[in-house]
């Protein structure tokens, strides 16, 4: 039993504890980073905003007097994220050395793994999965419906499934830090196959901007893919 907290020393609630404290000391600094960079952005978001206008091919609307002006907020506050992305990670990483006892160069790898899979998720999203999602989901349109797409709602849409991507490509990481820190074993993985069918749907019908089926497959796919991927991972590094 530890004075600091009154938990056991490897109580998990402990664990969340100090993950809570560690983090406090840092949201603030990240959070002040991440506004200046999105202002910083907004004063570039008119060509942001033009090439992933001209990426996707795209004729959009607005129907609120804001409505232009808060898509340029959001614009310059995904990319904030994205380019921040490997400060972001380190804060995290960072928060949970201290309860997990991962070292400095372990911390090093985390971030480095976790940055540069979702940079590989955004960026597959982007180039691969959204063109083809965009592409169907209009291929609906007919002398009876026209696309009026609202250009607040477009970029929602691009913005939350291109970094929702980013993040789920992270999986693999996450499951190895599990497994090396004894809060999941590969056996647990293993065995929960079923289970984990069940979780990612949910946070695929969670994380994707639009409730339609497709745009569930097209996250929860591959999703599923990096879990495999990940059990993979955890046989090869020889976690138990």
């Not at 709602?153 to 980013?166: E, H, I, P, S």
């Not at 069918?197 to 639009?210: E, K």
Request: with cysteine.
């Amino acid at each position: 039993m530890t004075q600091a907290t009154g938990l056991p020393e490897e109580s998990p609630l402990r664990h969340l504890a100090q993950f809570v404290a560690e983090i406090r000391k840092t949201i603030l600094r990240l959070g002040a980073t991440l506004c200046a960079a999105t202002v910083g952005f907004y004063f570039i978001s008119d060509a942001l905003f033009a090439f992933i206008q001209g990426h996707l091919h795209q004729h959009l609307a607005f129907f609120t007097v804001a409505e232009p002006f808060l898509a340029h907020v959001k614009i310059s506050l995904a990319v904030a994220v994205f380019v921040l992305m490997p400060g972001i990670m380190y804060c995290f990483w960072k928060a949970l050395a201290r309860p997990f006892k991962i070292s400095r160069i372990g911390i090093f790898w985390f971030v480095f793994f976790t940055s540069l899979l979702f940079y590989i998720g955004a960026i597959f999203c982007y180039f691969v999965t959204l063109p083809y999602g965009v592409k169907f989901l209009l291929g609906f349109e007919s002398e009876q419906l026209r696309p009026l797409i609202s250009v607040g709602k477009f970029v929602t849409f691009v913005t939350v499934f291109v970094l929702a991507f980013g993040f789920i490509f992270e999986l693999p990481i996450f499951m190895v830090f599990a497994a090396k820190t004894g809060l999941c074993p590969r056996t647990s993985f293993i065995k929960g196959r079923r289970y984990a069918v069940l979780i990612i749907s949910i946070v695929a019908a969670m994380l994707t901007p639009t409730p339609d089926v497709v745009n569930m497959l097209l996250m929860g796919g591959p999703l599923y893919v990096l879990y495999e991927f990940g059990i993979i991972t955890l046989k090869l590094l020889k976690l138990p």
